[in-house]
Nanobody, 115 residues
């Protein structure tokens, strides 16, 4: 089993920055992708950014140029640097790991962008 724990969420003013972290622990795994998704109450969970085993990245159009996803070489930690935050970025942010054998989700961390 693999556990994912997100951290770094909080309250920030529009235009501000936050850095989310996702720490993976437990069994060893062969990762395919790790990524960040977000969900607003009453809406579907949506992709924010993913990073592949080859370090290729994919971003949602709404965050392109503002958010940056990165990881360490051991796939133990994935970060999401969020700059120029907007009120529309308010959501619970979830970390997702896709391995050869399974899919894992973290418990989520709340990001609130408000003045």
């Amino acid at each position: 089993q693999v556990q994912l724990v997100e951290s770094g969420g909080g309250l920030v003013q529009p235009g501000g920055s936050l850095r989310l972290s996702c720490a993976a622990s437990g069994s060893t795994f062969d990762a395919y992708t790790m990524g960040w998704y977000r969900q607003v109450l009453g809406k579907s969970r949506e992709l924010v950014a993913i990073i592949t085993v080859g370090s290729a990245t994919v971003y949602a159009d709404s965050v392109q140029g503002r958010f940056t996803i990165s990881k360490d070489n051991a796939w133990k930690t994935v970060w999401l640097q969020m700059n120029d935050l907007k009120s529309d970025d308010t959501a619970v942010y979830y970390c997702k790991l896709v391995t050869r054998d399974s899919i894992y989700w973290g418990q989520g961390t709340q990001v609130t962008v408000s003045s």
